[in-house]
C-alpha cells in the first residue's frame, strides 16, 4: 500500500501546481480561440448530424445554439483567465472544467472525435482538486499535488499507449508493415513527405517505430533524470515532424506532458543564471588599463 501510495501520489511541491494551471488554463484559452474556435461548425457540418456523444447525453446538455455557443465562450474563457492567475482555483476551475467539456463534447457530437484532448481534459477535471498555489510555494509539498501531477502524467501516456492498442485491434501486427503512413503523406504533401512517401522500407521503418513506442510510453511514468528528459524529447520532435509533414498537431496532448516537467525550478535556475552572467563582467571592463 505504501508502494501504491508513493507511485500514485508522490510527494511533489506545490509550485509545480502554479505552474500547471498557468499552462493548461492559457492553453485552454488559445485552444478556444484558435484550435476549437466553433463547435456547431456553421457552414460546414449539416445540423442533422448531431448526435450527443454518451457523456453530454447522460448530462442533459442541450443541442447548443449559436447564442448559447457564444455565451459558453466568454463563460469558458473568463474561468480559463481567472484560473490562470491562481485566484479562486477550485471556483473558476470547476466551472472552466464544466465549460470546456460542454465546449468540446458538442464538438464532438458531429461524428469525429479527437482523442488528442483526452488528456486536457482530465487535467481541467483535477486541477481544481488543490487550493490555491504560488510560485514560490518551492519547499511546501504534498500528496495531494503528487496526485494531480500523476493523474495528469497517466492521461497523457494512455493516449500513446491506447492509440498503439487501437491499432492492434483493427490492424494487428501487420499494420507496421501497411501503407497507413504513405497514403497520409500521399494525402498531405508537405515539405519532404512526398520523398518519404516514395521509399516503403522507410514508411515501414518509421511505423515499427511509431508502434513500439507508444506500446513503452508507460515507461514515462518510472522514468527519472536522462531517461525521462530523452522520453519526453522523443514524444516532442515525434510530434513536430507530424506537423512538419502532415500538419496534424496534437497541443492540447504536449501541453499535459509538462507534468513530466519540474517547472516549479525555472525561478532558481534564472537566478542562477543572472548571479553567474553578474559574477563574470565583460573582459574589457575586467582587465586592466594598460595606461596605467
Known amino acids: 500500500m505504501s508502494a501504491l501510495r508513493t507511485f500514485f501520489a508522490p510527494p511533489v511541491s506545490l509550485a509545480r501546481i502554479a505552474w500547471l494551471r498557468l499552462v493548461i488554463y492559457l492553453y485552454v484559452v488559445f485552444d478556444v480561440l484558435v484550435v476549437v474556435r466553433d463547435p456547431i461548425a456553421h457552414g460546414q457540418v449539416p445540423v442533422e448530424l448531431y448526435h450527443p456523444v454518451i457523456g453530454r447525453e447522460l448530462l442533459g446538455f442541450p443541442q447548443p445554439s449559436p447564442v448559447y455557443v457564444q455565451v459558453l465562450r466568454a463563460v469558458l474563457l473568463a474561468s480559463a483567465l481567472i484560473a490562470a492567475t491562481g485566484r479562486l482555483p477550485r471556483l473558476a476551475g470547476g466551472i472552466c472544467a464544466v465549460a470546456m467539456f460542454d465546449w468540446m463534447s458538442n464538438a464532438f457530437s458531429y461524428s469525429k472525435i479527437d482523442h488528442d484532448h483526452y488528456a486536457l481534459m482530465i487535467a481541467l477535471c483535477v486541477l481544481p ?164
Open 129 to 292: 482538486t488543490v487550493g490555491r498555489a504560488r510560485f514560490s510555494d518551492t519547499a511546501v509539498v504534498s500528496e495531494a499535488v503528487g496526485w494531480v501531477v500523476r493523474t495528469i502524467q497517466m492521461s497523457a501516456v494512455s493516449i500513446y499507449f491506447l492509440s498503439a492498442w487501437a491499432k492492434m485491434r483493427f490492424g494487428t501486427w501487420g499494420w507496421a508493415n501497411g501503407a497507413t503512413l504513405i497514403w497520409a503523406l500521399t494525402r498531405r504533401p508537405n515539405g519532404i513527405a512526398p520523398w518519404i512517401g516514395s521509399h516503403p522500407a522507410l514508411t515501414h521503418t518509421l511505423q515499427w517505430i511509431m508502434l513500439i513506442a507508444e506500446f513503452l510510453s508507460p515507461l514515462l511514468l518510472w522514468a527519472r533524470g536522462q531517461a525521462l528528459r530523452l522520453g519526453l524529447a522523443f514524444f516532442l520532435v515525434f510530434h513536430a515532424s507530424t506537423y512538419y509533414l502532415l500538419r496534424i498537431h496534437f497541443l492540447p496532448l504536449v501541453v499535459c506532458l509538462t507534468a513530466f516537467m519540474p517547472m516549479e525550478r525555472i525561478p532558481a535556475w534564472w537566478a542562477r543564471r543572472r548571479q553567474a552572467g553578474s559574477a563574470h563582467p565583460p573582459a574589457e571592463q575586467a582587465a586592466p588599463s594598460s595606461a596605467r
